[in-house]
């Protein structure tokens, strides 16, 4: 078992064993510089069965050679002889070790099969095993370079780096050291046989040198695992930033030949992403910047960015970013306008984005007044000085620094938390980190659509942390167990019982089994019926014929005939039939698809749709994982696309968001406490006229011990 006690040691060696070290291999020469380079050479032990030298050094054949105990080993020989190299790593007390070796799941069953062999071994060895096909990782704060990457971070920073990808990581380390992102850790997980991301997650929320995680990875291996860390995380305050892969089919199938990964499907990952607290971001530039001002500000208490620029240009442009970005921009206080008014000149304006004007050339101090009266704004959650840093590195003085010097002066009296933008992408090099040093300001953002984005993302990721958990558990309250009917499939009737037990409404409807019980239903409701076939066996009634819409009294008992002999035709293929269900015809109004369906890896998944028939065409679909609270589906119908109907649509009355959302949430009750029998649930079309919401059709699915 990976425990984070585990990890702790893993973490922190205290000697190295390089197995397969070689002066031919470029990561034997990379390990071994980092380790030596980072003061570790009297620690670091080469061994190769065949070259009494290497690196310039004796060499020995095993590591029980060595004569000394071993922490950490380094795998580096053919994936057929990395079992023995684990053997001997173990025998000689080592308690981690790194396979850099591949040829395992990324290539196909007998690779797979490899892999979980070896992870065998090392779980009945006792060692902690991270891989294979691995680069190795950082403890910057430890001073553990044990990493097959040039250039591993040396000063330690808050911002913990994972990647499944090595030579990918090589690049996000390198950004980082250019936006001014400290790591505390770089990371590589590789195949994950035995150190997941999930367990990773879990080390490093109780790591007190880490105040954010950035995450790289192209699929989540041990869902539960990484859901309860992710949930941890978020708790803690910790944002856990994270780019996957896969959004399309060919970045899929990418990363299946890769490490061996299937990536799930990608909108149940944004699902669960969101209800789990995590950040997700599409590119590199994005998981490192958001994850640096994550560490820096933590949670924000309020989501409005409050900013100061001596650029008017600037203040447009945010102006316009933060639109596109959903961040938040609020007017300020009146007694901020008036603190402001004090120092601005009678030409500036007290808005934001707040442009303080060219005055502050003259005097500095307009800078520090304006920073601390917008940071100490009440709906200000973060204060943003844009401002510039030099870019090129030599040794003269910046023209600038006396603005930096007082907009950190700002900075510190700011009640929120503050941050340094620069107007355009460039590197916050050595020169400009000691520019910002001096001037006392903490963290630096290079460009603004990446700041403005991040608090964005920031702000979001604070509200959802904040949501209300007492109302989520009393939601998560499964009801008492519901029994699903006999028999491996339900017709319509046995799926409307469920739902008006459970307080679903549904359509008036009457269940007939002759075309004269069908004539005198139709004559009781008084107008135009539908009438479907009953069976558990007939999912889509329609294609077969078997529904019918319409239909008068008088030709009800006709049309009873003809919808049995249809089900009864050889396309049903010998369907089980229980007779007809009919029904009132209703006016036209808006549909909803509202379903659970059982993922393999996350349980049950509630979807709400727009549509009802013709939702696959017109793809309006949000999900969450059970349990939703009726807030959490009203949010889910409001952020539909065609959410503007359900407000009402020329002419139409506006849905009782309220009551739909109530009505949304006790489906997803009704799933939850149909317990692990449920494969799936489905309500299609659901009415939604006004108040009144009615279930026309519905399917239910029991789960069969191969799904």
């Not at 620029?309 to 933060?322: E, K, P, Q, R, V």
Request: proline share 6%.
């Amino acid at each position: 078992m990976v425990t984070p006690e585990r990890l702790r040691a893993f973490f922190a060696p205290r000697s190295f064993a390089l197995i397969g070290a070689s002066d031919r291999s470029a990561f034997s020469r990379l390990v071994y510089g980092n380790l030596t380079a980072a003061g570790h050479a009297d620690a670091t032990h080469l061994v190769n069965r065949r070259s009494p030298e290497v690196h310039g050094r004796p060499a020995h054949r095993t590591c029980a050679a060595i004569g000394r105990p071993v922490d950490l080993a380094f795998v580096m020989v053919p994936a057929a002889a990395a079992p023995d190299a684990v053997r001997d790593a173990a025998a000689a007390g080592a308690r981690g070790v790194l396979v850099l070796s591949s040829g395992y799941a990324e290539t196909g069953a007998e690779g797979r099969r490899r892999q979980e062999e070896l992870a065998g071994l090392a779980e009945e060895l006792g060692v902690v095993l991270m891989g294979p096909n691995v680069l190795g990782f950082v403890n910057v704060a430890a001073g553990v370079p044990a990493m097959a990457l040039a250039d591993p971070p040396s000063g330690p920073g808050d911002v913990a780096l994972i990647s499944q990808s090595g030579a990918s990581c090589g690049a996000m380390k390198d950004f980082a050291a250019l936006a001014g992102v400290g790591l505390s850790h770089v990371i590589t997980v590789g195949n994950e046989a035995m150190v997941t991301v999930g367990r990773l997650v879990d080390y490093l929320v109780d790591d007190p040198a880490t105040k954010a995680i950035a995450v790289f990875m192209e699929a989540v291996r041990d869902p539960e695992v990484f859901a309860a860390a992710a949930r941890r995380a978020a708790r803690a305050g910790k944002a856990l930033v994270i780019l996957k892969a896969g959004r399309s089919a060919l970045a899929a199938r990418a990363a299946a030949s890769h490490t061996g990964a299937l990536v799930g499907d990608d909108r149940v990952i944004d699902a669960v992403f969101e209800r789990l607290g995590v950040i997700r971001v599409d590119t590199i530039e994005d998981m490192l910047v958001t994850a640096g001002v994550a560490a820096h500000t933590g949670p924000l208490e309020r989501p409005g960015a409050g900013i100061v620029s001596i650029s008017g240009g600037a203040c447009d442009i945010i102006a316009d970013l933060a639109d596109g970005a959903g961040a938040h921009l609020p007017e300020l206080a009146e007694g901020t306008v008036r603190r402001l008014a004090e120092v601005l000149p009678a030409y500036g304006a007290a808005h934001n984005p707040l442009d303080i004007t060219g005055a502050a050339i003259m005097n500095p101090e307009i800078w520090r007044e304006a920073v601390a009266a917008v940071g100490d704004d009440p709906s200000v959650g973060v204060v943003v000085a844009v401002n510039s840093l030099p870019w090129r590195e030599d040794d003269g003085p910046f023209y600038g620094q006396r603005f930096v010097d007082a907009i950190g002066a700002g900075m510190a009296e700011s009640r929120a938390p503050a941050l340094y933008l620069t107007q355009v992408t460039q590197p916050v090099g050595p020169r400009a980190r000691a520019v910002l040093d001096a001037g006392g300001v903490a963290h630096a953002v290079p460009g603004l659509r990446l700041g403005v984005e991040a608090i964005a993302r920031l702000a979001r990721w604070s509200a959802h942390r904040a949501e209300d958990e007492t109302a989520l558990r009393e939601h998560a309250a499964p009801a008492p167990r519901v029994a699903l009917p006999e028999g491996d499939a339900f017709s319509e009737v046995d799926a409307r019982a469920l739902l008006e037990a459970a307080g679903i409404p549904v359509v008036p409807a009457r269940h007939v089994r002759s075309a004269e019980e069908a004539g005198r239903a139709a004559a009781e409701f008084g107008g135009p019926v539908a009438m479907k076939i009953v069976s558990p066996d007939i999912a889509h009634k329609s294609d077969l014929g078997c529904v019918r819409l319409g239909v008068t009294a008088a030709e009800a008992a006709a049309v009873h005939d003809e919808i049995v002999a249809a089900a009864q035709s050889p396309a049903a293929k010998g369907a089980r039939l229980d007779g007809v269900l009919v029904s009132p015809m209703r006016a036209e109004a808006p549909e909803l698809l509202v379903g659970v369906t059982r993922d393999p890896d996350w349980g049950l998944l509630l979807a709400v749709a727009l549509g009802g028939v013709l939702v696959e065409v017109l793809d309006d679909a949000a999900l969450s994982p059970l349990p939703v609270t009726p807030a959490r589906a009203r949010a889910m119908l409001t952020g539909l696309r065609g959410a503007a109907i359900l407000r009402g649509f020329r002419g139409a009355p506006a849905a009782d968001l309220d009551r739909l959302a109530e009505v949304v949430a006790a489906v997803g009750r009704l799933a939850v406490a149909l317990g692990p029998d449920l494969e799936s649930l489905e309500i299609n079309p659901l009415r939604v006229c006004g108040s009144r919401i009615e279930a026309l059709d519905a399917l239910v699915v029991r789960r069969t011990p191969h799904t």
